[in-house]
């Protein structure tokens, strides 16, 4: 069962989710991942000293895109619902029919 955790906490079955709010949700994922975000890429303790250590790093565009596993999901259910015809990529590409991604994220 592919699921989506909604902002408020509530796990919902991607198949059940409305054509609008697949669609929102696809684009919001979008938009995050071309704009980037920051993660910490390690992260460690030294209790010698009582501190957290974490290397963070920005990330965006494909990179992006791997910390969000539902993706592909969404994508698909959009697909298989008719939905995201000439639809972007989160990329910049643009996605046709017959892929879940543009050519140069397949």
Request: some cysteine; charged content about 35%; glycine content about 6%.
């Amino acid at each position: 069962m592919k699921t989506w955790k909604t902002r408020e906490g509530e796990v919902i079955e991607i198949k059940k989710m409305t054509d609008t709010h697949l669609l929102n949700t696809i684009k919001m994922i979008e938009r995050k991942v071309a704009k980037g975000f920051k993660v910490v890429r390690s992260y460690g303790y030294d209790p010698d000293n009582d501190f957290e250590t974490g290397e963070v790093e920005f990330i965006e565009g494909k990179e992006a895109l791997l910390f969000y596993t539902e993706y592909k999901d969404l994508v698909t259910e959009a697909k298989r619902r008719y939905l995201n015809e000439n639809m972007e990529c989160a990329c910049g590409g643009i996605k046709s029919f017959e892929s879940d991604f543009c050519k140069e994220c397949i």
